[in-house]
DNA sequence: TTATATGCAAAGCTTTTGCGCTGGC
DNA sequence: GCCAGCGCAAAAGCTTTGCATATAA
């Protein structure tokens, strides 16, 4: 079983074959796929599953937070399942790659900016958007 | 002459009725218009402008670099003229209101992160959302 | 059994685009 | 006068939904 069926388990959401199929592809998945890659995916799984299926699951699965919903500005949604320990995004503007960090005094920042001006933090989203570095770029003599 | 008019001008843009009459709209904004926003009060000023003129238009400025598309997250893209310096957005999620802040030290961070994953910072995002702080609340303590 | 989930196709929303007309420069 | 910009309406892309059927509990 599949650490996505499982959460849902926990959370007591009735398991069908697509669901139970979708959790799988969502577990298995080790990059940041749109629905219509689930659904790819899903469907060479089981063909017996249809679109609509994969956005009501997303949907349902985001609902019980077991899966993050991303928006790196190319106009669709872009899931993973809720990793264990937070992490940020850098997307690669280049080839499109996303590379997952996490840095724990920005987190702890993030918190205190919030709490600063009146807030609890309920959610945060950060994003870097990079090129890559190459030895004879102007930037790679910073380093 | 509004703010970002000159910019246009700056930038050799040709100013049309419209594209001023949109400018001046975003110029004047003190919040995070979407497009729809952008062409009611467009419309109010001169009903000779069409939605399609709003997108083209944003669009345009947006590549010029005298306006900032952001999508906190609703399903429509939201903007706001380039400001003099840069900031972050924390959004309350009880009330929709957005929040404008800048950290030094957060700045820094996302720069030194990027270049540690080995890419030159070309665009970030931060958005914080909260809940406002009570007395009440259990968050308030910490402060 | 009974409420809930699914498939299909239609519709909804935001955004883009083709085309003939208008208007800056 | 010419090329870019505009309005209009159609279409495109992603996502949601109505309805009849199928299925988990």
Redesign the interface.
Known sequence: MTHLERLCIEKGLKMTDQRRIIARVLSEADDHPDVESVFQRASQIDPRISLATVYRTVRLFQEADILAKH?F?DGRSRYESVPLEHHDH?I??ESGKV?E?F?E??EK??EA???K?????????????????KKS?K?YK??
Chains 1, 2 share one sequence.
Do not use: N, Q, S
């Open positions: 928006d500005g850098l690669d503007v590379v960090f840095d005094e920005i920042l993030k900016i919030a709490l001006l009146g807030y609890a933090l309920v959610g945060h989203r950060l994003e870097l958007y990079g090129t890559p570095i770029d930037a910073k380093i």
